[in-house]
């Protein structure tokens, strides 16, 4: 079940009040009035509930803001690109490099102002939570969600901003500066952290956090700020749960992940995700119907797919590169997401021409509501606790065995050939070699962006593009923008160099 079952869909108003709506399957909404954080009374158990759903609300991706999350880290980077259609209006920034503070508006909308509403929700939360009129032992717990919520929104705002306002209670000044960068990461680290030890371990709804969610998101941080011990240590406290391992199931079990109707089945691989549902357009992931190759689709040449009546097929279209095609090893299943070639609905196989290869990652799902399907966005995955720790051992002490173990473990679920370690005689020769892994492995959930940032060549990677060079792409633009709309509202927030 998703916890989405009971969502947020009012946006929330602090100030004079906050009102609060909580949603069953999107439909009927029971509102539990307004409260501020100076007012009297304890806060009952169904308006604790109706906030911390309210957190959520604003945590999730839905329609634009999931697209946007994967979109800016893909097609800025080098494996993917975007034509056509209204979509194409802002892909082209990120292809051409010359995104800046106002355009396109997804830097505002979803990578700075969604973050910073969920921050403002599990401030209001936690601003009332020790007051209010529910059970101790269920305090501890609401309070480690709002945490991890919000450190989780702080680490992927320092991801893409660097230093932010560090924004922790509703009465916080409007107009604060950025934050240091020792702030940042002590806040981050120590919220995740503290949260992480009054998690369950375990939760009956897919995108509730967990112990394992938060322990995952510090991974990941640590990996982006490489902070090697971290990120190790945080890797074998994931295995220590007992609670993950690779889905390994079936004659595809990489394509497999990313099938609507097995989220269940594949769930120990997936230690955190943003659930998404097709029945809802709002909340739904949208990315398959821009995947499609053409409008007159019908089937994959070995009938595997066959389109449904109900999937919308969208006039932008994402793309695939040849070179990261013709990349991956002949044997290894992952490439057989990627397509070049399809039947149309009149029976004739088309090769679809040069660098304009379709992903099929998302595989289409049957339960698809025009452009809307239920693919949940995969935020960490055991495969990547597998490279991550592979990647961090391979830092700290070069290559060895127990980190080309690891990477075998993902590759032989992929029936791509093992990798050995006579191979391999530098850390350098290594860390190219999961890079490109992680390409395979991750391309199109979100991931390439920050990992050619962590390894020093998202810059070079677009000057020196096989296909779509741009040689004055900046070092600047490892971080995005700070939105002008924000530098306009608050005199003491600074740009970031460059723009």
Not at 5 to 27: E, H, Q, Y
Not at 119 to 145: H, M, Q, T, W
Not at 326 to 355: A, K
Not at 468 to 489: C, H, K, N, T
């Given at each position: 079940?998703?916890?989405?079952?009971?969502?947020?869909?009012?946006?929330?108003?602090?100030?004079?009040?906050?009102?609060?709506?909580?949603?069953?399957?999107?439909?009927?909404?029971?509102?539990?009035?307004?409260?501020?954080?100076?007012?009297?009374?304890?806060?009952?158990?169904?308006?604790?509930?109706?906030?911390?759903?309210?957190?959520?609300?604003?945590?999730?991706?839905?329609?634009?803001?999931?697209?946007?999350?994967?979109?800016?880290?893909?097609?800025?980077?080098?494996?993917?690109?975007?034509?056509?259609?209204?979509?194409?209006?802002?892909?082209?920034?990120?292809?051409?490099?010359?995104?800046?503070?106002?355009?396109?508006?997804?830097?505002?909308?979803?990578?700075?102002?969604?973050?910073?509403?969920?921050?403002?929700?599990?401030?209001?939360?936690?601003?009332?939570?020790?007051?209010?009129?529910?059970?101790?032992?269920?305090?501890?717990?609401?309070?480690?969600?709002?945490?991890?919520?919000?450190?989780?929104?702080?680490?992927?705002?320092?991801?893409?901003?660097?230093?932010?306002?560090?924004?922790?209670?509703?009465?916080?000044?409007?107009?604060?500066?950025?934050?240091?960068?020792?702030?940042?990461?002590?806040?981050?680290?120590?919220?995740?952290?503290?949260?992480?030890?009054?998690?369950?371990?375990?939760?009956?709804?897919?995108?509730?956090?967990?112990?394992?969610?938060?322990?995952?998101?510090?991974?990941?941080?640590?990996?982006?700020?490489?902070?090697?011990?971290?990120?190790?240590?945080?890797?074998?406290?994931?295995?220590?749960?007992?609670?993950?391992?690779?889905?390994?199931?079936?004659?595809?079990?990489?394509?497999?992940?990313?099938?609507?109707?097995?989220?269940?089945?594949?769930?120990?691989?997936?230690?955190?995700?943003?659930?998404?549902?097709?029945?809802?357009?709002?909340?739904?992931?949208?990315?398959?119907?821009?995947?499609?190759?053409?409008?007159?689709?019908?089937?994959?040449?070995?009938?595997s797919d066959v389109w449904l009546p109900n999937q919308s097929i969208s006039g932008?279209?994402?793309?695939?590169?040849?070179?990261?095609?013709?990349?991956?090893?002949?044997?290894?299943?992952?490439?057989?997401?990627?397509?070049?070639?399809?039947?149309?609905?009149?029976?004739?196989?088309?090769?679809?021409?040069?660098?304009?290869?379709?992903?099929?990652?998302?595989?289409?799902?049957?339960?698809?509501?025009?452009?809307?399907?239920?693919?949940?966005?995969?935020?960490?995955?055991?495969?990547d606790v597998l490279l991550s720790k592979a990647e961090a051992l391979n830092e700290?002490?070069?290559?060895?065995?127990?980190?080309?173990?690891?990477?075998?473990?993902?590759?032989?679920?992929?029936?791509?050939?093992?990798?050995?370690?006579?191979?391999?005689?530098?850390?350098?020769?290594?860390?190219?070699?999961?890079?490109?892994?992680?390409?395979?492995?991750?391309?199109?959930?979100?991931?390439?962006?920050?990992?050619?940032?962590?390894?020093?060549?998202f810059v070079s990677a677009k000057q020196n593009h096989p296909v779509d060079p741009?040689?004055?792409?900046?070092?600047?633009?490892?971080?995005?923008?700070?939105?002008?709309?924000?530098?306009?509202?608050?005199?003491?927030?600074?740009?970031?160099?460059?723009?």
């Amino acid at each position: 079940m998703k916890i989405y079952n009971k969502i947020v869909v009012g946006a929330l108003a602090i100030g004079f009040g906050l009102t609060m709506t909580n949603c069953s399957n999107g439909i009927e909404t029971e509102v539990f009035g307004e409260i501020t954080a100076s007012e009297g009374g304890a806060a009952s158990a169904s308006t604790v509930n109706g906030l911390l759903d309210g957190v959520y609300a604003e945590m999730t991706l839905g329609t634009s803001p999931g697209l946007h999350f994967i979109y800016t880290a893909e097609f800025s980077a080098d494996h993917v690109w975007n034509e056509r259609g209204g979509l194409s209006n802002s892909s082209v920034f990120f292809l051409n490099w010359n995104w800046d503070a106002q355009n396109p508006s997804w830097i505002r909308t979803s990578l700075w102002a969604k973050p910073y509403r969920t921050i403002r929700n599990a401030n209001f939360l936690l601003e009332i939570i020790d007051g209010a009129d529910v059970p101790d032992a269920d305090k501890s717990r609401i309070r480690a969600e709002a945490r991890f919520l919000r450190a989780t929104s702080y680490a992927y705002l320092f991801n893409w901003f660097g230093t932010v306002p560090l924004r922790t209670s509703p009465q916080d000044d409007a107009a604060l500066g950025r934050a240091s960068e020792a702030e940042m990461l002590s806040f981050i680290e120590t919220e995740l952290a503290e949260a992480a030890a009054d998690l369950p371990t375990t939760a009956d709804e897919r995108g509730r956090a967990t112990r394992g969610a938060a322990y995952g998101i510090l991974m990941k941080h640590f990996l982006n700020t490489k902070n090697w011990t971290g990120v190790i240590q945080y890797a074998d406290l994931i295995e220590d749960l007992g609670q993950y391992s690779l889905y390994n199931v079936g004659d595809n079990p990489h394509r497999d992940l990313f099938r609507v109707p097995l989220e269940e089945a594949t769930r120990a691989e997936t230690i955190y995700a943003i659930p998404a549902i097709s029945a809802n357009t709002a909340l739904a992931n949208a990315v398959m119907s821009h995947s499609y190759p053409e409008g007159d689709y019908a089937s994959f040449v070995d009938g595997s797919d066959v389109w449904l009546p109900n999937q919308s097929i969208s006039g932008t279209k994402n793309r695939v590169y040849d070179f990261f095609l013709n990349s991956f090893d002949p044997n290894d299943d992952r490439r057989l997401q990627i397509i070049s070639e399809y039947v149309n609905r009149d029976g004739t196989t088309i090769q679809q021409v040069p660098n304009a290869n379709s992903s099929f990652k998302y595989w289409p799902d049957p339960n698809m509501n025009t452009f809307a399907s239920g693919h949940d966005y995969k935020i960490v995955r055991y495969a990547d606790v597998l490279l991550s720790k592979a990647e961090a051992l391979n830092e700290l002490n070069g290559p060895t065995g127990e980190a080309i173990d690891l990477i075998n473990q993902v590759r032989a679920r992929a029936k791509a050939p093992a990798i050995d370690l006579a191979s391999f005689g530098s850390t350098e020769a290594l860390r190219d070699a999961i890079l490109d892994e992680r390409g395979w492995e991750f391309h199109f959930e979100g991931k390439r962006r920050e990992d050619l940032i962590r390894h020093g060549k998202f810059v070079s990677a677009k000057q020196n593009h096989p296909v779509d060079p741009v040689p004055s792409a900046g070092d600047f633009r490892v971080l995005w923008p700070i939105p002008q709309a924000e530098l306009d509202v608050n005199p003491n927030l600074e740009q970031n160099p460059g723009y």
